[in-house]
Structures are given as structure tokens and as C-alpha cells.
């Protein structure tokens, strides 16, 4: 991916998350155990996963996919946030941030659509337990996972391609700390109106798709548990989709809740302090609730 513009400015410089010295080096430390965790958790998730032959099924394989996702997602721009706190200026280059940008909007685009195919995979699992083999085969489960990391792709092709048609002539320093597309906008030198249109109607359309898929699965769900008349059957069925819930729940509540308010008047500073939970604390916490609600369902 070649990255050339008419920019005249060849590198940023990342403020991180904050400017107080005395709370950089606590930081340094709550967010490197933040990362450690998170790389522990999800590499043992796909770890078992990958040993345990008894885990090879399609809801396993998605929980593989979305902990792979999780894992690359916070290598994308950790390290560069933990330099934020212990070097006086984080530079970065202009390759190196739409570099960090494309990835970024990449996994996180992809997690979307993966965490979609496992609603549906719930749903198939509860309400048609008969066909689920069928349905849910090798194959299909494949071409699914294939499809979301084809979403992602596209979608950060063209975030990424929007953002190097920009002109960055001015300040080239970046308050937050990584290189997402509103602290970006908000340096360049030229119109964002398109790049603004663009990203809306992207995030728009895979949100609301995404939505509307998982909400159907399990209102139907929820429907079919209403009718169960097994109390097993219905605590095995709350026990494999809680966990899924919580995730969804998180990773769609704060990442929709920071792009509304950085869309509107709040601050970018503000806005950054509120994006740690859906890049930091989201990745850190899914192995947990995959774990959890894996183990409830199989006492069940």
C-alpha cells in the first residue's frame, strides 16, 4: 500500500493520553499490565482452542477469530500509546500513522462483522439445533469469516484512501493517542466534507446491518426460550449467548457513544479518555466473558 499525498508535513507527534507528568509513569504501568493481559488472555483462548479437538466446532471457531482479532487490534496501537508515556515527544511518520490507521479501522470493521456471524450462529444453534450441521458446515462458516475479513478490508481501504487525499499543511500534532480519523480530520488543511460523508456512510450502513442481524437472532431467540420447557435448556441457552451479549453490548456501546460525542461538540481530548474502553478494556475483557460463559454452558 503505497502511501504518497501532497502533504507537506512528513510526521506527527501523538500527545498520548495525557500531558501530566505526574501520572505518566502510573499509567505507563496500569496500561502495559492492560496489554499484557489482554495478550495472555486472548493467545491461551486460541491456544486451547487450537489443541483442544474437542473445541472444533463453529461457535469456537468464531470466539478464535474474535480473540485473534482482539489480539492484532491492541498490537495495532498499544506499543505507540505506552511511548506516549515515557518519551517527552511520540513521533510518528506520515506512512506510519495511515499505516496505523488502515489496520486499525481493519480489525475493528472485521470484529464488527465476526461478532454479526456469531449471533447467527447462536441463533441457528438454539432454534434450529436439528439443521445446525448443516447450516453451520465447515464451508458456510468459512465463507462467513472470509466475508468479514473482506468487510473490514474494503471498509479500511477506503477510510484509509479518503484520508490520504487529504492536505495536512499546518500543525502536525496529534492530540490522542493513536492516529484515528477525527484527530486526523481535524489537522487537515483542505475540505473533510467527503471523508465525513464517506466515513458516516460506511460505520453507518455496518452498524446498522450489524445491528439489525444480531437484534433479529435474538429476539428469536429469545422467543424460542420463552417457549422452552426445559429449565436446562433454557439455562444452557441464556449461558452460550450472555457471554456474547456482554461483548456486543461493549464493544458497540462505547465505540458508538465516543464517535456520537466526538461528532458533536464534546472535545477530542474528552473523546480520546472515553475511547480507551472500547480499544483497551473491550479486548482485555472478551476472553473473560468467552471463558465464563463457556464454562456455564458445559455445567449445564
Same mark, same amino acid.
Given at each position: 500500500?503505497?502511501?504518497?499525498? *501532497?502533504?507537506?508535513?512528513?510526521?506527527?507527534?501523538?500527545?498520548?493520553?495525557?500531558?501530566?507528568?505526574?501520572?505518566?509513569?502510573?499509567?505507563?504501568?496500569?496500561?502495559?499490565?492492560?496489554?499484557?493481559?489482554?495478550?495472555?488472555?486472548?493467545?491461551?483462548?486460541?491456544?486451547?482452542? =487450537?489443541?483442544?479437538?474437542?473445541?472444533?466446532?463453529?461457535?469456537?471457531?468464531?470466539?478464535?477469530?474474535?480473540?485473534?482479532? *482482539?489480539?492484532?487490534?491492541?498490537?495495532?496501537?498499544?506499543?505507540?500509546?505506552?511511548?506516549?508515556?515515557?518519551?517527552?515527544?511520540?513521533?510518528?511518520?506520515?506512512?506510519?500513522?495511515?499505516?496505523?490507521?488502515?489496520?486499525? =479501522?481493519?480489525?475493528?470493521?472485521?470484529? =464488527?462483522? #465476526?461478532?454479526?456471524?456469531?449471533?447467527? *450462529?447462536?441463533?441457528?444453534?438454539?432454534?434450529?439445533?436439528?439443521?445446525?450441521?448443516?447450516?453451520?458446515?465447515?464451508?458456510? =462458516?468459512?465463507?462467513?469469516?472470509?466475508?468479514?475479513? #473482506?468487510?473490514?478490508?474494503?471498509?479500511?481501504?477506503?477510510?484509509?484512501?479518503?484520508?490520504?487525499?487529504?492536505?495536512?499543511?499546518?500543525?502536525?500534532?496529534?492530540?490522542?493517542?493513536?492516529? *484515528?480519523?477525527?484527530?486526523?480530520?481535524?489537522?487537515?488543511?483542505?475540505?473533510?466534507?467527503?471523508?465525513?460523508?464517506?466515513?458516516?456512510?460506511?460505520?453507518?450502513?455496518?452498524?446498522?446491518?450489524?445491528?439489525?442481524?444480531?437484534?433479529?437472532?435474538?429476539?428469536?431467540?429469545?422467543?424460542?426460550?420463552?417457549?422452552?420447557?426445559?429449565?436446562?435448556?433454557?439455562?444452557?441457552?441464556?449461558?452460550?449467548?450472555?457471554?456474547?451479549?456482554?461483548?456486543?453490548?461493549?464493544?458497540?456501546?462505547?465505540?458508538?457513544?465516543?464517535?456520537?460525542?466526538?461528532?458533536?461538540?464534546?472535545? /477530542?481530548?474528552?473523546?480520546?479518555?472515553?475511547?480507551?474502553?472500547?480499544?483497551?478494556?473491550?479486548? /482485555?475483557?472478551?476472553?473473560?466473558?468467552?471463558?465464563?460463559?463457556?464454562?456455564?454452558?458445559?455445567?449445564?
Amino acid at each position: 500500500m503505497a502511501v504518497e499525498n *501532497d502533504s507537506s508535513v512528513t510526521e506527527f507527534i501523538l500527545l498520548g493520553l495525557t500531558d501530566q507528568p505526574e501520572l505518566q509513569l502510573p499509567l505507563f504501568f496500569l496500561f502495559l499490565v492492560n496489554y499484557m493481559t489482554t495478550m495472555v488472555g486472548n493467545l491461551s483462548l486460541i491456544n486451547l482452542i =487450537c489443541l483442544n479437538s474437542h473445541l472444533h466446532t463453529p461457535m469456537y471457531f468464531f470466539l478464535f477469530n474474535l480473540s485473534f482479532i *482482539d489480539l492484532c487490534y491492541s498490537f495495532v496501537f498499544t506499543p505507540k500509546m505506552l511511548m506516549s508515556f515515557i518519551s517527552e515527544r511520540n513521533i510518528i511518520s506520515f506512512p506510519g500513522c495511515i499505516t496505523q490507521l488502515f489496520f486499525f =479501522c481493519f480489525f475493528v470493521h472485521s470484529e =464488527c462483522y #465476526v461478532l454479526t456471524a456469531t449471533a447467527y *450462529d447462536r441463533y441457528v444453534a438454539i432454534c434450529k439445533p436439528l439443521l445446525y450441521i448443516v447450516t453451520m458446515s465447515p464451508q458456510i =462458516c468459512s465463507l462467513l469469516m472470509l466475508g468479514s475479513y #473482506v468487510m473490514g478490508f474494503a471498509g479500511a481501504m477506503v477510510h484509509t484512501e479518503c484520508m490520504m487525499k487529504l492536505i495536512f499543511c499546518g500543525s502536525n500534532i496529534i492530540n490522542h493517542y493513536m492516529c *484515528d480519523i477525527f484527530p486526523l480530520l481535524q489537522l487537515s488543511c483542505s475540505s473533510t466534507y467527503a471523508n465525513e460523508l464517506v466515513m458516516s456512510v460506511i460505520v453507518g450502513t455496518a452498524v446498522i446491518v450489524s445491528s439489525l442481524i444480531i437484534l433479529i437472532s435474538y429476539a428469536l431467540i429469545l422467543f424460542n426460550i420463552l417457549h422452552m420447557s426445559s429449565a436446562e435448556g433454557w439455562f444452557k441457552a441464556i449461558g452460550t449467548c450472555g457471554s456474547h451479549i456482554i461483548t456486543v453490548g461493549l464493544f458497540y456501546g462505547f465505540g458508538l457513544i465516543t464517535h456520537v460525542k466526538l461528532s458533536s461538540d464534546w472535545s /477530542m481530548g474528552q473523546g480520546k479518555f472515553l475511547s480507551v474502553f472500547y480499544t483497551n478494556v473491550v479486548p /482485555m475483557l472478551n476472553p473473560s466473558f468467552i471463558a465464563s460463559g463457556t464454562r456455564m454452558s458445559n455445567l449445564l
